[in-house]
């Protein structure tokens, strides 16, 4: 299933991706997104600002030399 | 969500942060200057002293804990398969950055590590340092509000990664090679004080096993002294901050149980009081610390994981501190250099004009 929402963080540094991630958050309230990041620290940030927000982290895939993130408010 | 790294999880970051604050003021107890145990600024500005890049007698000695820090984290980032080569995103920017937030730190005579390793022993000043710090980090924070951006790093190649962790081992074997002789100021090519906090210094083994210790588990944990303020302004997360505030807890306790703790404003050593200086020092650093996204520190970590943007930062930082000495910039006890308030008015509006042009809504 493809997402409506992919956010590409990849070569992003702090704080950038997770900056993102939360204005994304904010404008769906609710819902599913994928957020594309290339480090581990990317990865653990990006998680850790979705959970605060409610958010569930639902997968983390290795893709090519990062993650794809998928979180989710039902 | 730390994905089985404990150094990520919250218990992690605490741990590092009181780790940094038993080994910072153990170091001090070994050798190092008066609240100086770690002071990544400081110690750039020792290194660029040693190498002649700046001719300050007193602040020349090639500091091993800087060369541990980016060999640490190399080796922590090799082992955790975290070690990735990139670069590109605005270096030159990033360079600059470096320069004006070594010039700032040495207004105030300390980075932000040093600022809560000062605060932790008593030292007042430094609470005008740290707010100066976390005035300067908002300030950035307005930026990315705006939508400031250095853009995308790339992927490169793995020479790029490894040229920093190399730069370092070759300082070190310098270090190594050229130890001092006792009452010369050179030893071969590398220069040495005799006297002040350059002459002030641990065991090279010990400054070397302390360094790559931090090195590696700040590489695993993220530890940022800058990340700390901005995540709690930016938003509201306090998951680094609480690795700062350990720091500054236990560095206070184990000053404590050491005698090193001191209070006062007067007379605190290698400091001065001129708040106004050490406020708007401290807020120049912490301006282009958050424009650059990481602390001196962090950015000796990333460089170690292979950042080519943050050994760029951290070039610019060893190049500031020539400046700084050459120039009249840095502060000394008796107060701010003859230049040093030209320069943090200078640093301020250099770092504004990057603030306000490198904007781009999306990427």
């Keep these: ?74 | 969500m730390s994905g089985g790294n404990f150094f990520a999880s919250r218990w992690g970051i605490i741990s590092v942060g009181a780790a940094i604050g038993i080994l910072g003021p153990l170091l001090q107890k070994f050798g190092n200057p008066a609240n100086m145990g770690i002071c990544v600024a400081c110690f750039e500005r020792d290194i660029a002293g040693a190498l002649g890049l700046h001719r300050a007698d007193v602040v020349q000695y090639l500091r091993p804990e800087i060369m541990a820090f980016v060999l640490g984290s190399f080796i922590a980032a090799l082992v955790f398969k975290e070690f990735r080569p990139r670069v590109g995103s605005a270096p030159v920017v990033r360079f600059v950055l470096g320069v004006f937030a070594m010039i700032g730190a040495l207004v105030f005579l300390g980075c932000p590590w040093r600022a809560i390793l000062r605060l932790a022993a008593g030292d007042g000043n430094a609470i005008l340092g740290v707010a100066g710090l976390t005035a300067g980090i908002w300030i950035g924070t307005l930026f990315f509000k705006g939508g400031y951006n250095l853009g995308r790093a790339s992927k490169s190649y793995v020479s790029v990664g490894l040229l920093m962790p190399i730069i370092m081992a070759g300082l070190l074997i310098l270090r190594l090679v050229f130890p001092q002789i006792p009452g010369q100021p050179k030893s071969d090519i590398l220069f040495y004080s005799l006297k002040g906090p350059g002459a002030m210094f641990a065991p090279v083994a010990l400054s070397l096993i302390i360094g790559l210790l931090i090195g590696f588990i700040a590489q695993r944990s993220r530890f940022c002294t800058m990340g700390a303020i901005r995540d709690v302004i930016l938003f509201r997360q306090a998951h680094l901050f609480l690795g700062l505030a350990s720091l500054l807890v236990v560095a206070f306790i184990v000053n404590i149980i050491l005698g090193q703790f001191h209070p006062g404003f007067e007379k605190q050593p290698i400091a001065h009081t001129m708040g106004l200086w050490n406020f708007a020092g401290m807020m120049l650093a912490g301006l282009a610390f958050a424009l650059a996204g990481g602390c001196p520190g962090r950015q000796l970590f990333l460089a170690g994981e292979g950042d080519g943007d943050s050994a760029i930062f951290v070039l610019g930082m060893i190049v500031g501190a020539g400046f700084s000495h050459n120039f009249g910039l840095a502060s000394s006890p008796a107060g701010v250099g003859p230049h040093g308030i030209s320069g943090v008015i200078i640093g301020l509006a250099v770092c504004l004009f990057i603030g306000l042009t490198m904007r781009k809504r999306a990427v």
């Design chain 1, 1 to 74: 299933m493809k997402m409506a929402v992919t956010l590409d963080a990849r070569g992003l540094g702090c704080p950038q991706p997770v900056l993102m991630t939360l204005g994304e958050i904010k404008k769906l309230q609710r819902g599913e997104m994928e957020v594309l990041v290339d480090t581990d620290t990317s990865k653990e940030n990006v998680s850790r600002a979705a959970v605060s927000q409610g958010w569930e982290v639902e997968k983390i895939l290795e893709e090519g030399e990062g993650y794809r993130i998928r979180i989710k408010k039902p």
